[in-house]
Structure formats: structure tokens, C-alpha cells
């Protein structure tokens, strides 16, 4: 007898081409998963019993995956770096240490980087939905900014407006920028900060607000103005803006408030969410004002185990996130 191998997309086909091609008599020797494929090797009459194994290459399909592919790429990493040079040829000992060496070094860089991004481990599928597109956008946007010093991470000329709820960190976030832009040497427009306050009827909430505004404002060198009310808001952002950077810091504000203050404002609003804070939150904001997402910032990301609720909320409503608040200061008690 003599032995045939073949290759086929499937188990199914592997065995249908060898009844085509050897007849129902041939004997299924074994069969073997290489890849994706599906290798089978039968026996046939058309030799003695004793001849050798040859492979029919007729049979082969040209992209059939080679021996060296059945083990996975990190057991073969494993056994290049585990293997000993030979001590006959020192310099060939040498390049193979230095490979070695050098594989060792790819191998922790790679496994730092898993460690670091457990997220892109996660299976995609192949028929992704645009909710998937857009988290995954979203995870991307988060990675790649939380890496950076606030000042690099968008354009904060004109005036910006925080807005967010109590203990969402706006006030750190505020001094997280301004840290970042003193460090970087920026030579643009020097900053003015507001505590902005709907009313006067919660005015020890208010004065507490100002007076932590106004701390940061004395360490960092730049003037600090409390707004009371919106048409004295829109007064200050018009005279200081002319010569500053406007940041606005807005007090403990109820929803139903923001769309008013963010249509009257000229002024770029960001919606605070923190990192650790329940993803409902999201909700909140978009039956607010549905534009309030498109400029998201996230904050206390120090203090959050699993982003994943939140970014699932996100590209569900369809946000942006254009910043991340690394608490990089040592504010504390911040808004």
C-alpha cells in the first residue's frame, strides 16, 4: 500500500476528496488539524505494502501551512531563548546569545504592554456593530490620552467651561491643566479662572467653591473671578477673555440648569464624568442635553477598578472623549 497525504479547507471535504480521488477502499490513516486547515493522510493500493511515505504534492493546496506552524509562535520563542549556543564556533555563540538576548527583551516588552492594556485582549468579532466600533474607538481614545499631559491632549484656547456633578473633580482637573502647561513652558495666553454659582440662595456652597478656585489661582499666579448668576458669567468671560485663557469652574449645578447656561455661555463646555462613578450618570446628561457628551472628560482614574461599564455607556450614547484628568496634583477635597 502506499500512503497518501492531502489538504482540505474541512474535515468534511478532506474526506470527500479522498473518495473522489482513491475510491471508497482507501484507508483513513489519520487525520490532523494544521492551522486552519485539515490534513489526511490514507492509504491506497497502489504500491506494495513496503514502500515508502511520499507525499503528493498534486494533492497539496498551495497554501498549506508548514510543519513550523503547528506550534505557536510562543513556544518556538521559548526554545530559541532556552537553547544553548554551541561552544565550537564562538562567534556563531555570540550572535546567538545576542538574539537570544534580544528576544528575551521583546518577549517582557510585549507581556509589560499586555499587562498595561488588558483590553485589547478582548475577541472581536467579525460582524462588529457600530456600538462596538464606537467603544472600541472609545477605549482607544481613553488610552491614548491618558498617556498625556492635559495641555497636550487638545487646543484649550478661548474660554472652557467644566461642567459635572459634586466630587467629580472639576476643580482637579482644572489644576491638573494648569500644572501640566506650566511645566511644558507654554507661552500662550495666561490662564483666568471663574466659579461660576446659579444663584445666591446656596451662598456658602458658592463662597467654599470660590475660595478653592481662588487657592490655586494664588499658586499658580493668575487672576480668579466668581460669577453669580449667568448674565455676570457671560460680563467676566468677556473681559477677561480678551488678554486670557478663561477657565470656568461651575459650583454643584442641577441638570435641568445646564442647557440654559451652556446656550447663553460662549464658551467650550466639557462634561466631567469620573472614571469610578456609576455609568447611569451617563444617562443623566444626555436626557439633559444631548451635545453635553461630544466633549467628555474623564476624571478620577486613579480611583476606578473596571472602566468598562463606563465606556459601554459612552459609545452607547454616542460621546467623545477629548480629554483625561490624571491626577497629577495634590489637591485634595477638589470639586
Not at 492551522?35 to 515508502?52: F, M, R, S, W
Not at 458658592?206 to 458669567?233: D, T
Not at 469620573?274 to 447611569?280: I, L
Request: net charge negative.
Amino acid at each position: 500500500m502506499e500512503l497518501k497525504r492531502l489538504i482540505a479547507e474541512d474535515s468534511k471535504s478532506a474526506l470527500q476528496n479522498v473518495r473522489t480521488t482513491y475510491g471508497e477502499h482507501a484507508l483513513i490513516v489519520s487525520t490532523n488539524k494544521i492551522g486552519t486547515k485539515t490534513e489526511v493522510i490514507c492509504a491506497v493500493d497502489l504500491q506494495p505494502d513496503n514502500a515508502t511515505f511520499e507525499e503528493d504534492l498534486a494533492t497539496v493546496a498551495p497554501t498549506a501551512a508548514s510543519k513550523e506552524q503547528k506550534a505557536p509562535f510562543s513556544a518556538s520563542l521559548s526554545t530559541v531563548i532556552d537553547n544553548k549556543p554551541a561552544a565550537s564556533d564562538p562567534g556563531l555563540a555570540n550572535l546567538v546569545a545576542t538574539i537570544q538576548q534580544e528576544l528575551l527583551e521583546l518577549r517582557e516588552s510585549v507581556a509589560a504592554h499586555v499587562d498595561a492594556n488588558p483590553h485589547e485582549l478582548q475577541p472581536q468579532t467579525a460582524d462588529d456593530t457600530a456600538a462596538s466600533l464606537c467603544e472600541r474607538a472609545l477605549r482607544q481614545q481613553y488610552g491614548s490620552l491618558r498617556t498625556k499631559p492635559m495641555s497636550e491632549q487638545r487646543s484649550w484656547e478661548g474660554a472652557q467651561l467644566f461642567i459635572g456633578r459634586p466630587g467629580v473633580g472639576k476643580t482637579t482637573c482644572i489644576e491638573n491643566l494648569l500644572a501640566t502647561t506650566q511645566n511644558a513652558g507654554d507661552s500662550e495666553k495666561p490662564f483666568a479662572l471663574i466659579a461660576f454659582s446659579s444663584d445666591e440662595t446656596n451662598s456658602d456652597n458658592a463662597l467654599e467653591h470660590w475660595l478653592k478656585l481662588a487657592k490655586i489661582s494664588q499658586r499658580y499666579g493668575m487672576p480668579c473671578a466668581q460669577a453669580v448668576g449667568i448674565a455676570n458669567l457671560q460680563r467676566l468671560v468677556t473681559q477677561l477673555g480678551q488678554q486670557h485663557t478663561v477657565l470656568i469652574d461651575t459650583c454643584a449645578e442641577k441638570l435641568s440648569d445646564l442647557q440654559e447656561l451652556t446656550g447663553s455661555v460662549q464658551a467650550t463646555v466639557h462634561c466631567c464624568i469620573g472614571a469610578d462613578f456609576s455609568h447611569q450618570a451617563v444617562n443623566s446628561y444626555q436626557a439633559a442635553d444631548t451635545t453635553l457628551l461630544q466633549s467628555t472628560i474623564i476624571t478620577r482614574t486613579d480611583l476606578a477598578d473596571d472602566i468598562s461599564p463606563l465606556i459601554n455607556a459612552l459609545s452607547q450614547a454616542q460621546a467623545q472623549i477629548i480629554a483625561v484628568s490624571n491626577n497629577m496634583t495634590s489637591a485634595s477635597g477638589a470639586e
